[in-house]
């Protein structure tokens, strides 16, 4: 491949990243598939532009949508033919979710998950060690305390703030 052969595939592959930077997760619709971490890499295999995803939660029954609305832009776009590509190992973290996909979140009124705690490689804690408050996205206060293990959906759980008394979710670091 020629250095202009080059430069025209990758023109193509960013065109498809712009594409993508613009299709919400179809659950929260105010954060892209890329800032969710959903997109993990946009390839050409031929005149087929491949498109890698790594579904959040397993089981998330959002996957075939999130394929679907990915394939439907990228098409609308006149960037296809198009393939999805499902890879689940490594799994989705939520350490994939960009700065600017936190922030959005708390817009929205969802508080957005922390680091996710004690890697594997760590020493095993053997005190139960104290989960850090999750803070209201509202007011900010962070006596909240949590309602339900699920939400909405299996990757959130239900809060209620008791400094405004507004429940809220919170997405779950995994
Ligand atoms: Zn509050």
């Known amino acids: 491949m020629n250095a202009l052969e080059k430069e025209a595939v990758s023109a193509r592959v960013q065109a498809a990243w712009a594409v993508l930077e613009q299709v919400q997760d179809p659950e ?6 890329c800032d969710l971490g ?3 890499e946009v390839r050409e295999s031929g005149a087929l532009l ?4 790594t579904p959040t939660y397993s089981g998330c029954p959002a996957t075939e949508v999130i394929a679907h609305d990915v394939k439907t832009a990228l098409e609308a776009a006149q960037l ?4 999805t590509v499902l890879q689940r190992a490594p799994a989705w973290t939520t350490d994939w ?11 929205y009124g969802i508080a957005p998950p922390g680091p ?10 053997i005190t139960r060690r104290r989960q850090p408050p999750v803070p209201c996205p509202r007011c900010e ?34």
């Open 28 to 33: 929260i619709p105010v954060i892209s598939l």
């Open 97 to 107: 979710i960009s700065a600017k996909g936190k922030a959005a979140l708390r817009e």
């Open 141 to 174: 206060s962070t006596r909240t305390e949590r309602i339900a293990p699920f939400g909405s959906t299996p990757c959130k759980a239900l809060y209620r703030c008791l400094s405004c008394h507004e429940p809220f979710e919170h997405f779950k670091p995994i």
């Open 38 to 40: 959903v997109v993990r």
């Open 50 to 53: 491949e498109v890698v995803l």
């Open 116 to 125: 996710v705690p004690l890697a594997d490689a760590q020493p095993i804690c």
């Open 80 to 83: 296809g033919p198009v393939a």
